[in-house]
Structures are given as C-alpha cells and as structure tokens.
C-alpha cells in the first residue's frame, strides 16, 4: 500500500526521519518496500504570480502572459482560458523537466518568445485536469519549489494478508502510534445530516445474510458532480488512484482512509430506491464500470433494484448506475460481504480490485456504518449535497471486543523471554489491547476451528485479552504471543544455541546422488537444472520407452500418459516430463546457438509418471555429449566424443556405486537413437539405462547444429536415497597373474560381448579378468572377418602357475570359441 | 729384452695411452681404450709377457713400473671419463630444453550446478547442529500443501500461493517444501531437527526474478524446550556461516499462516554492506528466508500435541541465497544453463 506521510499525518503526529519510521514500522511487521519522493520529479517548477493576461496577436486560441517568480518577471504564451491577473500558478522554467520526461526550453509560439510554462495539474500529474492551469490557493508562497510545497514522501508498506485492518492509513497510524505512543486522531466520521429525513425512500432488503451480514444505505441529495478539491485529487494521486469525481473520489479516499470500500450509486437508476442483496439469477447479465457485458451466476452476489443486478457485490459497480455529471442524487452502500465469495467471484472473473482485496480480507463489522457516515460526509462537503436524515442499517447490532485467554508464562516459554506478566500487559496496551482477569477457571484456545483445542487452567496463571473489533487476526493464545513479542522487539529475543535433545543419527538421503554428480564432474561433464515442466514436442519426440523406468528398488512401475498441468502458464511448460534427454537436448541445442561447439552436461533430475491414480516420481541421470572429448589444446589431438565415452561413464559410475561391470547389448527400435550405435545397459539390481548417439532425424528436427551427439539415460539404484558402498578391502595377491594374450578372427556380426562370455565360462577358475585390447579389420582378414585381441589374466591363489595349467585354460578357451562362434585363432 | 728396454716399452706405452685417452672425445672411445690398453689381451698384458725373460731380480722392478703405469692410466681414464659424461649429460639436457611459458594440457573438471550445491551447503550447515536431510514428493495433495497447514481453502494467504494443479484428481505441485513439515511429524518422533531440500513450482510469470520453478530449502525444529531464542541463534549461526561472520542480522515480525509468532530474517545488505544501494532497496538489508514457530494447528495435523511440544520451521529459497553468495542478478540464468555461466562454478 502507497501511504503518503503528509495524509498519514493526518491521523497521527510523526517527528521521526522517514527513514527511521521506515525501520520502525519494519520492525514492528509492517514492511517498508520502498521510500519514494513524490514529486522528485517536478524539478525548477515554481510557484508564479499571473500580472497580465492578454491575447496572442496572431493565434486567437493562445494568451500572452506575464508572470512574477520573486523578482523576476517573465513572458509567457500559455493555451489556457481558466487564467487571470492575480492568480498563483505553476511555472515549469527553461530547463524543467516534468513527470514523463518532458522538457521545457525557452521557445517562441507562433512569434512570440515564451520564457517557460504554465502547467495543468494533469501535465503534474497532480490532479486530472488537463484543460486548465492548476490555479494554487492565494497564499501560496511566490517563488516556492513546487517539490517543496506539494511533494511528499509515500511509504510503499507491505501489509500481510492477515493485518486486512492495516490497509488503510488509519491502521497504519495506529501501528505509528504503538511503535511511538503518538495518540491516533480518528478522523471526522460523523455524518451531518443536513437533509430532510430518508424516510422510506431507500429500503433495502438483504436476501443472503450469510454473505452479507450488514449492509449500511445513505443517501446524498442534490450533488454537484465535478472534480474533487485539488488537495485529495493529490493526495489519491501520491497513493496511486487515478481521481474521477468529487463522490467517486470520496469512496476511494475513504477506502483509503478507513480500509473501507463502498460504493455510490446514482439514486436515478435505483428503481424505487429499492436495494437487493442476493445472489445473481442464472444467465443474468450485467455491463460492468469497466464496460465489459458479463454473465453471471448464483455463485455471484450482487446489488439488484427491482428491475435487475446494479452490480457485482464488494468487485466492481455496474456501468448503468454509476455516478455521472448529470447525477443529482446519490445512494451510499457500505456493507460486510462473505470474503470467500467475493475472491471467488474476483478469481473466476479475473477482477482484483483494490475494494475486493479488501473485502477478501475481512471486514471490521463497526465500519459498514462508520463507513457510510464518513463517506456521506465528503461526498456532502466536496458536492455540495445534504446528506438525508437517517440510514438503513440491516444489520445494526455490532459485536464486542473478542476475548482471548493467554498464559504469560507459556508466551515466555514459545517465544524463549521472561516478561513479567504486568510487562506483557503493558506491551498489548500500546496495541489498544487491554487485559484483564477473570476469575474461577479460564479456558486458553490453543487452536481454533479445524483443530480445536482448549485448555483450561487456574484463573492465576492466564489474562484475558480484550481484542479490539478491527484486529480480527487475533483468535488463539499464539497469536497474542506473537503481539507481545512484535511490540516487544523480535530483535530483543536473545539468541541461543539448542541445547535440547539431539535426534539420532541418520543418512543423507543425497549421499549417493552427490556420490554420483561428483563423479561425472570428475570425468569433465557440467551439471545442469533444467525445468521438470516440458512441452509437448518433448513428449511427441520423447515418448516413455516402453523400458524406461523400470523399477529398481521394487517401486511401482510408471506407466500410461504423461501429467499433465491444467493450467499451465504456457505451451512450453504443460507437462512433467517422464525422462530427461529432451531436457538435456534443449540445453545442448541453447549453447550451440551460443556458439559453442565442444558441450558435456549431465543432470540428476526426477521422471513423473502414473501409477493408477497416484503419481509416481523417479530419479534418472542423463547426460549429454557432443564436440571434443577432452578440452582442446594445442598439444592434443582432438577427438570426438563417442558412445565407447558414455560407455567409459557408465563404468565408471558402476565402480563408484559398488555396482557389477555393466554389460551393453544392442538397441534396437529406440526412434530417438542411431540404430546401429545404441545400446542397452545394465549392471543387474543397480543401474540400468540407454545409451547411444541420437537418431540423424532427430539431430535434424530439433535443429541442432552438431555432427553427433551422444545421450545417455540410467536408472540408478539408491538414486533417490541410497549410501555409497563402503570399500572392502582385499588381500594382495602373493602368486604372480599370468598374462596371455589370443587373437581370434571371427565374423564381423559376432558381438565382442559374446566373445567375451564364451572366454569367461571357458577358462576355468584360474581366470582372473579379461581384457580386450584390439579390434582389426581388414587385409589379410576377409571382407566380413574381425579379429579381436583379448588378453586372459590368470592367476591361482595357492600357488605359481605351471605352464601345464595355462595352456590346459588357453586350449578350452580356444576350442569353445570354435565351437560357439567358429572363431580360429588369428596366426 | 732388458730392465731398460721394459721399462721403456712402459713409459712409452703410458705416454701413448695417457694422450689418446687426452684425445678421446666420447665415453665409447674412451672404453674401446681401456680395453685396449689395459684388458686381458691388452698391451700393458703384452708388454708384461716379456717379464718372463728378465733376471728374477728385476722382476718386481717392472712390476713396479708397471703398476704405476696402470694406475696413471686408469687415474687418466677415471678423469676423462667424468668430463666426458659430463659434457654428455650437458649436451643431453641442452637438447631436451622446452618452452617452459606454454600452457599445460588441460584436465577436464564439470561444474556443479550452483542450486544443488548452494542446497547442499545449507544442508551441511544445518547438518552441524543435527539436522538431517530428508525429501518429499513434489506431487502433493490439497491437504498437505496447504490445509494441514493452517490455510484453508479460498483464505486470502493463498495469494502467496499461486497454484500449478494436475490431472490428477486432487493434485497439485507443491507450492513451497513446508508441506515435507507435516511428512517428517508424522513419520518422526521428537526430538526432530529436519531439513528439507527441494523443487517448487508456482503459477508464475518468469522474470528476473520470479520463477515458476525453484528450489527451496525448509527446516523444522520440534521436541519440548524450542523457542524463538533458539531460532534466531541457529539462523544467525547460518547466515555468518554462509555469508561470512561479521554479517549483521535482523529479525523481524513476517507473515505465514503455519507459524505463529512469524518472522522475516534479514542480512546485512551483501552489496553495500548495509549503507544502502539499489539492490538492497537502499534498507541497508536483506530478507534471505522466513520462519516461525510451528503453528499448534500443524503441530496437531503432524501429530504431535501442540502442550507438550514446540519449535520452529523456516523456509528459504535456494536461489535467492546462491544469488546472494555468488552475486547472480537474474533468476533466470539457473535454469537457462548456459555453459559460460555454469563453468566458473568448476
């Protein structure tokens, strides 16, 4: 809320700097956003005396003028009607700037030198006038800086939804006057009625008192409709409201004032002077102020005559019976509406206006008439109309202060202080909450409605708090702690350390998943975040794989579409995404537009899914690579990264987690991957995934400009909250490994991994690990021949090999090779 | 052959050998010579065989001579061979000389991602005083988002809530990581000192700052004796830890309908170091999270009896406090991840 101090004033003397008001108020929980200097911007506008005022020889639409700032007198061309000799003026001088950047030189119109000029309120951005010169009161000083005498500080104060009582500068001077015990001065709120007696003329009848539980009518006669004087047009300006009219101006500046929002109709297009309060008919419409035709529904309260809704009850009035020039009579309603219906009605019509926010909030019940009245009073003062004898009031009986038991000491012991129980009466008095004791039991609400729970206890041991009728945030004890503790100075809490019971130890639920991002940081790949919310090409290029996600720790399997958003905020954000290439893709494709051609990037992020009607969320790690595989250097061949890289990440990654060698098999079908270059892996029970480089098509329709890119995508074990492995250690062993190496020629289609089983089940219990080390093609092979090299490390744990043993292993490891893939050893 | 004649032979023959050995210009020349003049078939051998013919009285006479001759060879030889390895290992090193000013081959390092590790270094903060990290769906219910705590459906705090929902009945993304609050109470018995890392998501327009998705980090402290004294030494523990310790702190009444009394908690400006700048609003300070003690409603939802247990919760986005730590201006670079603004962070 803009609060400008000069107004502000109004309610309550303020000697502090604005500045330290600003602290203050912040301090006590009303936060200060910014300070602004209002104004700031009219600069070398002064205040000028009109001596003459004749017309321009040569445009009959301009006057020349001269004018008096202190000593000086200068000639003016000025476009205005509503000036004369004697009146006192804005002068913006040669060299001023005003709101919006205008600059004003020494010019000459049409002859005629002009030596600054006068200004408008509007062209001040003071009043709304902008077809004549704002004329100053008579006493204004000559020569006075306009910045001086009507520029103001505006305090833009963050009031918390609960502290709806805030809203408004009367609230606020009370939060002024608790933070430093200046008396409030409540405003002239009697309304002097002037006019004959309302008798009859209004009536109004509340059909749906439960969500409409007062509803206060006035009514003004015989307005003059016009502008509002100078000072409140300033001042509703300085506080952000654009100034209308003399009684539209008088709502708002008691909405302001009171945090009351009412509404004036004009008392012409009221059929009878009959007000209905009920809720709208089905398909009912109404032409809103901001002449927009809406359908309405029972959901919606309104304001009806007899003949149909004049608008839509606490958002916004209806375009029929608004106050106009021709208005002679006005009708007041300041009534309490059901805060949930209207932020309903404001949500499904996207209307926020500055009354609903309030109404939202709730209402003092004591303001529907203290509101009326008030109203009435300005709108008689700044119209010229009388205010008729007598209100209809459907609901006059106002309650009384709410009382609220609390137990000093247990404020003492939630907020970690000792307040003698008198300190703490004395702090809720700066509040304008008195206490007081009660004898017998007392019965402490420590929780309201839908979890109520009350305590009773020895009368000794709690207050009552009497809560005035505006703070309707405070119900339960805690939040009378919470008024003791805020005006008491959260800043004098004394901080300690806990010295309370320590909870037992427990693992990281990161452990493994930080075990996993350091490793692939370690092997040069950049993690990134990226948005879990995707759009649905990702989903059209990117469906599940019918094995993505399945379950390693014995979840429930996703499955089905996607989760949607129902109302998401674009296109581009309307899906949870169900893996992360696509995510990772989009990465890729955002830094080669940037230029960079060399790109490693992995995330750690979750897939979503179905699982029935539950969702189900599951770790993945994906990773991305594209460019040279290690940093270019001038003393280094570049390479390209490759699938035998994401294939060496994988690895890796199983040795960190504890996990089996990985083993890979081909991949096929995958739309988004290179057929011939993916491959499935898995190291059983702890990760399993794809790998590959993406599919040509893709690269192509995602548009990214890069040779190959290689992805990955794996299942991890513990990923959501498992603990790295905890080395065993094993004995060196004390006999030497035997190396020796084969190279087998066999058909190209035959996969090394087969190669590799056949060696491993052939050997014999002296095999230790096998190691490939060589692919050849070519001459002198046949066309379709490879030969791969293998190295057999063999070793016993008892003793030295004899070179009986190692050939016995090598011949039953040549022979199964023959026999599974008709391999022969190559010569 | 005579003693003379010998001895002559002997003299010569060290003469000889000392000047070729003089003469040699590498340690190979320099071997071939010791073979040749002092081996098995070598000449001093040679010139020993006569040795044989002189009178037995002569006899050690030579051998004398010839002793002195060996030892004056191998002394020679001893003496050139040093220099000449010398000037070798020299010529060697000479030639071996590099470019010491190039630059090294570089080793590849990633870069962590600034949100995870700036949540991770909260979490290890916090984990000093015992709390323990622990995670929850960012798939919610109504309840749990927002009922259970304290806001009840249509009340006007929703409005710091903007809702993303799904199509899942009766589920939304979770709006902030206070619900995981509700989770640990009922899954965790006092004392409790959890700590609550994770995505958020909110219908938000995105700018500088504003996101529709973030991180937070949410923290809950429950058991009998946790007061606001106990929060705002653990919140100061933290911003000293996180943004250096002669950071001045402030604590301040705030606003959150799941705790009650409400506080906002603010660090000296980062920027200007509290005398007032533009990014600090000229206050001097900055909110970096809020907090409060834990609502009895929620203690209730969570289980627990709001008479016998108390404490306190905070919340704090991840991004705001790694904007603060690494001076980023806009939100919007965390999830853009471009490598340029990713890769200091390695």
């Known amino acids: 809320m803009r609060v400008p101090l000069s107004w502000l004033r109004d309610y309550v003397e303020i000697e502090l700097e604005p500045g330290v008001l600003a602290e203050r108020l912040t301090l006590l929980g009303m936060e200060v956003k910014g300070i602004e200097r209002w104004g700031a911007d009219w600069q070398l506008v002064v205040v000028g005396e009109l001596l003459t005022v004749e017309k321009h020889p040569r445009a009959d639409r301009l006057s020349l003028t001269t004018v008096r700032i202190g000593d000086e007198v200068r000639s003016i061309v000025c476009g205005a009607t509503n000036i004369r000799p004697g009146m006192r003026v804005p002068v913006a001088l040669p060299g001023a700037v005003l709101p919006g950047g205008r600059r004003i030189e020494r010019t000459e119109k049409m002859g005629v030198p002009s030596d600054g000029m006068l200004c408008s309120g509007d062209e001040l951005q003071l009043t709304t006038d902008a077809d004549g010169i704002l004329i100053l009161p008579g006493d204004t000083p000559l020569g006075a800086d306009l910045s001086d005498l009507y520029g103001d500080i505006v305090l833009d104060v963050d009031v918390k939804p609960n502290r709806g009582d805030a809203l408004s500068l009367v609230g606020l001077a009370r939060e002024v006057s608790a933070a430093t015990g200046a008396p409030l001065r409540w405003p002239e709120t009697d309304a002097p009625e002037t006019g004959p007696a309302l008798d009859g003329r209004l009536s109004v009848e509340v059909r749906e008192p439960g969500l409409c539980s007062r509803f206060v009518g006035r009514w003004v006669s015989g307005v003059r409709v016009g502008p509002a004087p100078d000072r409140v047009q300033m001042r509703l300006r300085a506080a952000g409201l654009r100034p209308v009219s003399n009684v539209v101006d008088a709502s708002n500046y008691v909405m302001l004032e009171l945090g009351k929002p009412t509404h004036a109709f004009d008392a012409a297009a009221v059929a009878d002077g009959r007000i209905v309060v009920r809720r709208a008919a089905t398909g009912e419409h109404l032409v809103t102020l901001d002449h927009v035709d809406r359908t309405l529904d029972p959901e919606i309260l309104v304001i009806a005559d007899p003949s149909g809704p004049l608008g839509l009850a606490g958002v916004i009035g209806g375009a029929a019976s608004e106050v106009s020039e021709s208005t002679t009579d006005v009708i007041l309603e300041s009534a309490i509406f059901d805060p949930v219906t209207i932020r309903r009605t404001g949500q499904r019509l996207g209307l926020r206006s500055e009354a609903s926010l309030r109404f939202e909030k709730g209402q003092e019940v004591r303001l529907a008439r203290i509101g009326a009245d008030r109203v009435a009073r300005l709108v008689a003062e700044w119209s010229g109309g009388s205010i008729l004898a007598g209100a209809v009031d459907s609901a006059p009986d106002e309650p009384l202060e709410a009382r609220v038991a609390f137990r000093p000491a247990r404020v003492n012991r939630l907020l970690g ?137 014995g979840d429930e399997r996703a499955a089905g579409t996607p989760i949607g958003v129902t109302n998401p905020l674009s296109s581009e954000h309307a899906i949870l995404r169900q893996e992360l290439i696509g995510s990772l893709l989009d990465v890729v494709g955002g830094n080669l537009r940037q230029g960079r051609s060399d790109i490693a990037i992995f995330e750690v992020g979750k897939g979503y899914g179905r699982a029935g009607e539950t969702a189900r969320e599951w770790w993945r790690l994906a990773f991305a690579l594209t460019g040279s595989a290690e940093p270019p250097a001038w003393n280094r061949v570049a390479r390209p990264w490759d699938l035998d890289d994401a294939k060496g990440i994988v690895e890796l990654l199983c040795r960190r987690i504890g996990a089996l060698v990985p083993s890979y098999a081909p991949r096929l079908g995958d739309p988004i991957l290179h057929p011939g270059r993916a491959a499935d892996v898995e190291s059983a029970g702890h990760l399993r995934g794809r790998i590959g480089e993406l599919h040509p098509a893709v690269v192509d329709a995602w548009d990214l400009r890069a040779e190959r890119i290689v992805v990955g995508e794996l299942a991890i074990r513990g990923l959501a909250a498992g603990q790295p492995p905890t080395v065993r250690s094993t004995p060196i062993d004390r006999f030497p490994v035997v190396e020796r190496d084969i190279a087998v020629v066999v058909d190209a289609a035959v996969p090394a991994a087969a190669l590799d089983a056949t060696i491993r089940g052939a050997a014999g219990e002296l095999l230790c690990d096998v190691r490939l080390f060589d692919i050849y093609r070519g001459r002198p092979l046949g066309e379709r021949e490879r030969s791969l090299a293998f190295r057999l490390l063999l070793q016993a744990p008892d003793r030295t090999l004899t070179d009986e043993e190692i050939e016995a292993a090598l011949e039953a490891v040549t022979a199964a090779l023959a026999a599974s893939h008709g391999a022969h050893l190559r010569a | 052959m005579d003693l003379a004649s010998l001895t002559a032979d002997l003299q010569r023959l060290r003469d000889v050998a000392l000047a070729a050995i003089e003469a040699a210009s590498d340690v190979a020349t320099l071997e071939a010579l010791e073979v040749a003049s002092l081996g098995k078939k070598g000449e001093l051998t040679l010139v020993l065989r006569g040795i044989g013919a002189l009178p037995a009285e002569d006899r050690p006479r030579v051998g004398a001579v010839a002793n002195d ?158 007061t606001m004294g106990d929060l705002r030494g653990l919140l100061d523990e933290f911003a000293r830890a996180m943004f250096g310790h002669d950071k001045r702190t402030r604590f301040r009444p705030g606003y959150y309908p799941f705790t009650e009394p409400s506080v906002a908690f603010d660090v000296e400006c980062v920027v200007c170091g509290g005398s007032g700048c533009p990014a600090c609003s000229r206050s001097g300070w900055m909110t970096i999270l809020g907090a409060g003690m834990v609502h009895p409603v929620v203690l209730q939802y969570g289980g627990l009896d709001p008479e016998r247990y108390q404490g306190f919760a905070f919340g704090m986005g991840v991004e705001r406090i790694a904007n603060l730590r690494h001076s980023v201006g806009d939100l919007r670079l965390y999830m853009e991840n471009d490598l340029r603004f990713l890769e200091p962070f390695a």
Not at chain 1, 499 to 514: G, I, K, N, V, W
Not at chain 2, 156 to 184: E, F, M
Request: aromatic share 4%; proline share 8%.
């Open chain 1, 417 to 553: 202080i000792e307040l003698a129980r008198a300190d703490q009466q004395a702090l809720l008095e700066r509040v304008g909450i008195a206490t007081e004791e009660q004898d017998g039991s007392i019965d402490v609400v420590v929780s309201a409605e839908p979890m109520p729970l009350t305590i009773g206890v020895e009368s000794a041991d709690a207050l009552i708090a009497l809560v005035p009728t505006w703070r309707r945030d405070l119900q339960v004890e805690v939040d009378v702690a919470e008024e003791i503790a805020r005006v008491h100075g959260y800043e004098r809490i004394q901080p300690i350390l806990p010295d309370t019971p320590m909870p037992a130890h427990r693992e990281s639920p990161l452990a493994l998943r930080d075990l996993v991002r350091d490793t692939l940081a370690g092997a040069g790949l950049t993690e990134v975040v990226t948005s879990a919310l995707v759009s649905t090409r990702h989903l059209e290029t990117f469906p599940l794989p019918a094995d993505a996600g399945e379950p390693l720790d």
């Open chain 2, 69 to 226: 001759v060996r030892a004056a060879i191998e002394v020679a030889l001893e003496s050139r061979g040093g220099d000449l390895r010398r000037t070798a290992l020299a010529a060697r090193l000479g030639a071996e000389t590099v470019d010491v000013t190039t630059p090294g081959r570089p080793i590849a390092r990633g870069a962590l991602h600034p949100i995870v590790e700036t949540a991770g270094r909260i979490a290890e903060i916090f984990g000093q005083f015992g709390f323990v990290v622990s995670e929850g769906p960012e798939i919610e219910d109504d309840p749990t988002n927002f009922q259970m705590l304290n806001i009840p459906q249509d009340h006007p705090a929703r409005d710091l809530w903007d809702t993303l929902y799904l199509d899942l009945p009766g589920r939304l993304l979770r709006t902030h990581t206070s619900p995981g609050q509700i989770r640990v109470m009922r899954a965790e018995r006092p004392p409790i000192r959890a700590l609550l890392p994770g995505r958020c998501y909110r219908y938000e327009a995105v700018d500088a700052s504003h996101a529709s998705e973030f991180f937070q980090v949410e923290g809950l402290m429950v058991d009998e004796g946790t």
